[in-house]
């Protein structure tokens, strides 16, 4: 009988014992063990650089009355790694970047960004991807910010005589913002590629002949005032001439 209740006090006080073991010391006992001196842990990968540029541009000042800005973005693909695709990203005014395009291999690599508005910011980021679809290669990001809306500015073009046959004179109002420092006029003939035929000083008249036309001929011009680092302000056209 005595030894019955000896057995039972003795396993009451181990139960006891184990029930005042601190918690702390338990949570310590179920976490893994560090890695021992001969155990690294497995590194980040490290990603390829890609040399990313983004800048805004005109796309066609000779096209619709409608000015039409976009962002292009190029970049060149990192030497030594094989990348199968590449992933654009965009994030507009600072919030959650979002997929926009993904690009093959192609020459020269670039994403032509056409839905851009005016008052807003756009950052952009490249990412490699192998055949398998891991990430082999990444860009830094690269921000572009659209300020006013461009500036529609007069302008009219007409046939002119001079002393050997005919010419197109052309006339454009001057650019309201105070940052226009100089203007470009360029024109296209019968379709083709545009050129820029006239640049002016920073205190250049704005008006210009254009003296290489013949009968027959369609050209179509447009004018930009551009800001000193050569961004488009202000835009006059395009205006369509028919050469008699």
Request: hydrophobic fraction near 45%.
């Amino acid at each position: 009988m005595r030894r019955s209740r000896l057995v039972q006090l003795v396993g009451t006080t181990l139960l006891a014992a184990a029930l005042l073991v601190p918690s702390s010391a338990m949570a310590a006992a179920a976490q893994p063990t560090a890695p021992g001196a001969g155990e690294a842990a497995t590194p980040a990968p490290i990603l390829a650089e890609i040399k990313l540029g983004c800048s805004l541009t005109l796309l066609n000042p000779l096209g619709p009355a409608t000015p039409h800005r976009a962002i292009v973005c190029k970049w060149t693909a990192p030497a030594g790694i094989a990348i199968a695709r590449y992933r654009v990203w965009r994030s507009v005014d600072g919030h959650t970047r979002r997929l926009v395009s993904t690009v093959t291999t192609l020459n020269p690599l670039r994403f032509v960004d056409r839905y851009v508005f005016a008052n807003h910011s756009y950052t952009y980021t490249v990412v490699g991807l192998a055949a398998d679809g891991t990430r082999v290669a990444i860009s830094a990001r690269a921000k572009v910010s659209i300020g006013r809306a461009i500036e529609i500015i007069g302008m009219r073009c007409g046939i002119t005589a001079i002393t050997n046959g005919k010419a197109v004179s052309c006339r454009w109002a001057a650019a309201t913002r105070p940052a226009v420092v100089r203007y470009v006029l360029i024109r296209s003939l019968d379709g083709a590629a545009r050129e820029a035929i006239y640049r002016t000083p920073r205190s250049g008249i704005r008006s210009f002949v254009d003296t290489k036309v013949a009968s027959g001929q369609t050209i179509r011009y447009a004018v930009l005032g551009l800001s000193s680092t050569g961004r488009v302000l202000s835009r006059g056209g395009p205006i369509v001439v028919q050469v008699p």
